[in-house]
């Protein structure tokens, strides 16, 4: 099956800095990008739906300013959290679609953990 | 809410027997998926039902879907201690600009030995 690579797998950062998410497609163009957000013990929350070169679409109540993504390339979306804070702290997942299937698949996620 | 509803939310059994979990959702779907997740891991995908399916097989696996009622299940056949982990389904949702997948609760499955 199709490969994505999330990175970094884990990361610890301090309250205010931002902190940058990249989610790649390996071997496959994908078209449309998703990230998704997990808290412990709870099920994936979809964040925004990004189509390369267009602006991500926002679920309602995640905050655009916030959670900044970038869909250069057909192949590599990025996910900053800027300045982020303790409640920031989560399971971010990334999921890629190609064009003609209606079928996403996901990274292995990123840890974020705010002190 | 966007999600759809899973139950039961959590389910222990022994090793040997079966598992059941259901998933209620809302909208209209193009096809219906189950993943699993270990503790802290990534997703892994188990298998994906068609709108116009209504059962499906995958090894120990069995997925039902009735789109009237809007419900699916998935039956874990003699379950394994290694079958413990969280299991979600996820509706694909189509739209505007294309289709994203939108995920139920999840069901907590701990199978003891």
């Known amino acids: 099956g199709a490969v994505v690579s999330q990175h970094p797998s884990w990361v610890i950062c301090k309250s205010g800095t931002s902190v940058k998410i990249e989610c790649r497609s390996l071997?496959?163009?994908?078209?449309?990008m998703f990230w998704y957000r997990q808290f412990p013990k709870q099920s994936l929350m979809l964040m925004a739906t990004?189509?390369?070169?267009?602006?991500?679409?926002?679920e309602q109540g995640v905050e655009k300013d916030k959670f900044l993504i970038n869909h250069a390339s057909l192949t590599l979306s990025t996910l900053t959290v800027t300045s982020a804070h303790p409640e920031d702290s989560s399971f971010y997942i990334c999921?890629?679609?190609?064009?003609?299937?209606?079928?996403?698949?996901f990274g292995a996620g990123t840890r974020l953990s705010v002190l | 809410s966007q999600q759809g509803e899973e139950d039961p939310q959590a389910l222990s059994i022994q090793e040997g027997e079966n598992a059941t979990m259901n998933c209620s959702y809302k909208?209209?779907?193009?096809?219906l998926q189950w993943y699993r997740q270990n503790s802290g891991r990534g997703l892994v995908h188990l298998i994906l039902?068609?709108?116009?399916?209504r059962e499906k097989h995958s090894g120990r696996l069995r997925v039902t879907l009735d789109t009237s009622k809007k419900s699916s299940s998935l039956l874990i056949t003699a379950s394994r201690a290694a079958d413990t982990a969280s299991y979600f389904c996820a509706t694909y949702q189509i739209y505007n600009q294309g289709g994203k997948l939108i995920f139920g609760q999840g069901t907590e499955l701990s199978v003891k030995p």
């Open positions: 999921s890629a679609r190609v064009r003609t299937q209606n079928i996403q698949y």
């Open positions: 039902i068609r709108s116009n399916e």
């Open positions: 071997d496959f163009q994908a078209t449309t």
């Open positions: 990004s189509n390369e070169g267009s602006k991500a679409t926002y």
């Open positions: 909208t209209s779907i193009n096809n």
